[in-house]
């Protein structure tokens, strides 16, 4: 089943390909692997065929209990063979449907064949969680395939309608998955069904779960997006709106009916809004003149009768149910695939413009008119078996309950209600064959001229769909016996239920008698029975009371950014810092956290007294200051503290890395504060200082007391207790903060380095788009076009080459002979903390760091033009090479069977360098320090040379404005 699904994804990799290579004809190779899926299916009818289940289960996450575990029985086995039949045929059909010309064929091929393996994946699942990701896939594909042409605003629209519908009942419907899951101790569906949790909070649990199934399926009040959705393309319409993605919410609630149809809300809620949809959808498609429209609110209408007969909880229900199930698959996607081939002939799917072509199409006319008599229930047709059992069962309800608890009024109203829906089937089952194909008066027939044969291929799909009904409608007896295991997972009921065509003369027949016969009445006085229904019509519908709602929450959402974020960094701090002190201080406070903590100690030594001094007295100037760059030293001036702390704790690694990120912080700060006024405010102070400095000190001894209580409050042995033995032994090291980063924590290392990346692409992104992100670096012409000086020969005497660039009176020559001797210095000493960091402090991070102060010098020291001359690489390209080397680091293992990111140690020998022992983390270690090196030169780029050249345009003529004279 696993390899089913995967052959799907494949497959639907591997579309875009394949239709650019072979065109349309790719379509039927496509077909293919839906085709396989059926074949399986049909072989494993053995299996299933007397109760028997075929599992599968693969370990995922072993630790977290995760596996995906698939399972066919006999509801799951008729859900694939209709996902897998009439997918393939419909992908067969698109074959010829498209025109040779049509844009975003690639791509929708791929998105249909994988909508196929998604909805396949989700009959299948045995798991909860499983079931929910797979629901969760149908649903974006099916947005993408809606919106298969963006260039139209009503498939923009649909699709987006759609998306929010379906979306909003999937994550209902997560939380009722969640806390059953929780409840029955198993997410694995087949034992949640063989044990059913019970209790208040898994009733409401149950309820959201039918939430989702009603969304999905398009019941009231969530009917509206399915018409809205036949924006789409007519396969699409075929598959997904008769055969698939409707179907899943029917089929998650024939899934649960056995365990959970007893519970309350089951019954009455799903009995009445199955009714309900009914009655809705029959009335609107009765005043369509579109036949795709029409086909559209008939199937939210058959939706509503088939959620009626899987939510009975009835073993004839449930029996009818199903057979329903396959019919309504049958009997629509024929339709719709009539609609298509309608299109393509006439150009249009108008009613009132349509005559005459079932002359000009007889085929296409027997066809529609079988799968038409199917949906309005005549035999000898799938259809009619179906729903005589439907009615029989709905009989059973009002007579005696049934085993359900219905009284006899709500049983003979369901009763009504179902036959006068069937009655308004029937009417827009006549009213389709009629649209599409009879003569209508005042209306010119369709010259053979105006009408475009269609092709034996092009319309083999409805043709071998519709016949399939027909077919269907004989083997009632095999059918039942197929079905039979499915309905014995129900209690028995007033009779046995059985799929035939003739059950002699009884209430069901008489039901389906009256109801064809009204629906002709219906049709004839169609006229009337419009004006009727358009007198009677709400001047509101759900559509508009959605359009309503969205607009609404528009509005809300632009009012509360207007009234929260106004800009002010200030303000913003001061909410989030006011919650700290309300939220968690006020329970810091009212449980006295901070009374288990250990004891307080003032401190271990002098020095860490002397240092606790300075960094809060640099705190408190900091927070005194007026000048910006006087308050960004003294807030390094903490940042340095901390460091000290950290060498007087013995942790020289955090030291180092702690004074390398404080400078390079620093400098950054300073790189921006050139285009800021020097002083934070021109007003003079006012009483709002008070309140901030009241606010900042409760911060302070909030932070301060958590960091009391969340020491005191361990009860397990810290885990790093355990690293330093693991360190030597299997990442090869003595140095456990640098082993820890790129070994035994390697994953969240992976995680920050690619958070990395995005914040270098952000950076530069929201400053200013630079020209050389492309990967190609061209020479930088300013330097040579920079004037030399006369009396000497240009290349003599340049400690820096961009020297020339910068202003005479912005030049340091002490700046610039430090900087020419000390680069190549403080690079190698960068590529020495990268490879010493595995054994003594450094490492990729810290030597990355160290690379880039030393580009940052170069800056300071001759402009953007010297670090160009530098560094004359793209800043994207380095990011890009250290990414890939990280990662390709931690995936080779895999190869030589070990598992990801996980390291090797080698000793050998060389002559004249002796012992070498080598740690493969190494490479992992030095994609880090590329991508640090990238995000520094990005920042330089951005924050230095952007703002440099930004500056420079900005200058008064003749004006010389650089990077060095800001900082210098």
């Known amino acids: 089943m696993l390899a089913l699904i995967a052959a799907h994804l494949v497959a639907a990799a591997l579309a875009p390909a394949l239709v650019t290579w072979l065109r349309r004809p790719a379509l039927l190779l496509l077909a293919v692997v839906p085709a396989a899926g059926f074949v399986w299916a049909v072989a494993m009818t053995g299996e299933v065929r007397h109760g028997g289940a075929v599992e599968q289960r693969v370990r995922w996450v072993e630790t977290l209990g995760l596996e ?25 059909y698109c074959a010829s449907y498209f025109r040779r010309g049509d844009a975003g064929l690639p791509r929708f091929a791929g998105l249909l064949t994988a909508f196929a393996g998604a909805m396949l994946g989700l009959v299948l699942a045995d798991d909860l969680l499983v079931l929910y990701v797979f629901w969760e896939l149908t649903t974006v594909l099916s947005y993408l395939l809606i919106g298969h042409n963006p260039e139209r605003k009503a498939n923009r629209r649909a699709a987006m309608q759609a998306l929010m519908v379906t979306t909003f009942g999937g994550l209902a419907m997560l939380v009722g998955v969640i806390v059953i899951g ?35 399926s398009a019941l009231i009040p969530f009917h509206f997006w399915l018409p809205g959705a036949m924006a789409a393309p007519t396969p699409v319409s075929a598959y997904l709106h008769a055969a698939a993605m409707v179907k899943a919410g029917i089929y998650l609630v024939a899934l649960f009916a056995p365990a959970f149809a007893g519970l309350m809300p089951w019954r009455p809620l799903l009995l009445t809004l199955g009714v309900l949809t009914m009655l809705l959808g029959g009335l609107r498609a009765l005043r369509q003149t579109d036949l795709k429209l029409l086909l559209a609110y008939g199937t939210v209408s058959q939706l509503g009768f088939l959620i009626v007969l899987v939510g009975a909880g009835t073993r004839s229900a449930a029996m009818g149910g199903v057979a329903m199930l396959v019919a309504h698959a049958l009997f629509k996607a024929t339709l719709f695939l009539v609609v298509g081939l309608v299109d393509r002939a006439t150009g249009t799917r108008d009613l009132r413009e349509l005559s005459g072509l079932g002359r000009r199409l007889p085929l296409l006319m027997v066809t529609s008119v079988l799968a038409a008599a199917s949906m309005a229930a005549i035999p000898p047709l799938a259809g009619f078996v179906a729903k005589e059992t439907a009615y029989a069962a709905a009989v059973d309800i009002a007579e005696t309950g049934d085993g359900t608890g219905i009284g006899a009024f709500a049983g003979w109203a369901l009763v009504a209600g179902l036959a006068v829906g069937s009655a308004l089937t029937a009417a827009y089952s006549i009213r389709f064959v009629w649209g599409a194909f009879a003569v209508k008066p005042g209306v010119a027939p369709i010259a ?26 004989f083997l009632g007896p095999i ?29 069901a027949l008489l039901l389906s008698i009256a109801s064809v016969l009204v629906g002709i009445v219906l049709f004839r006085w169609r006229d009337r029975v419009d004006r009727v229904e358009a007198a009677l019509a709400p001047r509101t519908d759900a559509e508009a009371s959605y359009r309503t709602i969205m607009r609404g929450v528009d509005r809300l959402a632009v009012e509360v950014t207007g009234a929260t974020q106004r800009g002010s960094l200030p303000s913003y701090l001061a909410v989030i810092f006011l919650v700290v002190v309300a939220v968690p201080g006020g329970v810091l406070v009212a449980q006295q956290l901070w009374a288990d903590g250990p004891g307080v100690r003032a401190w271990d030594s002098v020095g860490q007294a002397v240092v606790a001094v300075i960094m809060i007295a640099s705190a408190v100037l900091a927070a005194r200051s007026r000048r910006r760059l006087k308050a960004v030293l003294l807030a390094g001036g903490t940042g340095y503290g901390m460091a000290m702390l950290f060498i007087l704790h013995g942790a020289p690694d955090l030291a180092l890395t702690q004074v390398l990120v404080e400078t390079v912080t620093l400098v950054i700060f300073v790189l921006v504060l050139r285009r800021l006024p020097p002083y934070f405010s021109d007003r003079p102070l006012t009483k709002s200082r008070w309140w901030r400095i009241g606010l900042g000190v409760a911060v302070g001894m909030v932070m301060a007391g958590l960091a009391l209580a969340a020491s005191g409050a361990r009860t397990a042995q810290p885990v790093s207790d355990g690293f330093a033995e693991p360190a030597v032994s299997y990442g090869g090291g003595h140095n456990i903060v640098n082993v820890t980063l790129v070994d035994i924590r390697a994953w969240d290392t992976m995680g920050e380095i690619s958070v990395l990346v995005v914040a270098a692409t952000g950076v530069a992104s929201l400053i200013f788009l630079i020209t050389g992100r492309t990967g190609r670096w061209r020479p930088d012409d300013a330097i040579a076009s920079a004037p030399a000086p006369h009396e000497r ?23 610039e002979v430090v900087t020419r001797l000390a680069f190549h210095v403080i690079i190698v000493f960068s590529i020495y903390l990268l490879f010493v960091g595995h054994n003594a402090p450094g490492g990729g991070f810290a030597g990355g760091l160290v690379a880039g102060l030393a580009l940052m010098v170069r800056y300071l020291a001759g402009g953007r033009h010297e670090l160009n001359e530098a560094a004359p690489v793209d800043a994207g390209l380095v990011l890009g090479i250290g990414l890939f ?74 004006e010389a404005i650089e990077s060095a004279e800001g900082v210098r």
């Open 479 to 507: 059918e039942t016996e197929l079905l039979e295991p499915y309905a014995d997972l129900f209690p028995e009921g007033a009779h046995e239920p059985e799929l035939a065509l003739w059950h002699g003369v009884n209430t």
């Open 793 to 815: 020969r240009a290349h003599r005497n340049l400690w820096l080459r961009a020297g020339r660039t910068v202003a005479p009176e912005g030049r340091s020559i002490l700046f």
């Open 885 to 958: 080397i990280a990662t390709g680091s931690g995936m080779v293992p895999l190869a030589f069977g070990g598992d990801v990111l996980q390291s090797a140690v080698v000793d050998f020998s060389l002559p004249l360098v002796g012992h070498v022992h080598f740690v493969t983390s190494l490479f992992f270690d030095i994609g880090v320090y590329l991508v640090v090196v990238g995000l520094m030169l990005d920042v330089l780029r951005s924050l230095g040379g952007g703002i440099d050249k930004q500056a420079g345009d900005d200058a008064e003529p003749g």
């Open 182 to 216: 929780q409840a029955a101790g198993t997410y694995q569906i087949s034992e949640v069904l063989a044990n059913p949790p019970a209790g208040d909070a898994v009733t409401v649990a149950v309820v959201l779960v039918l939430i989702g199934a009603v969304s999905k």
């Open 68 to 92: 995906l575990s698939f399972r066919l029985t006999t509801l799951t086995w008729v859900m694939t063979l209709l996902v897998t039949g009439v997918g393939a045929l419909v992908l067969a």
């Open 448 to 473: 053979s001229s105006d009408c475009r044969f269609p092709t034996a291929g092009f319309a083999a799909a409805p043709v071998v769909l519709a016949f399939g009904g027909l077919a269907l409608g």
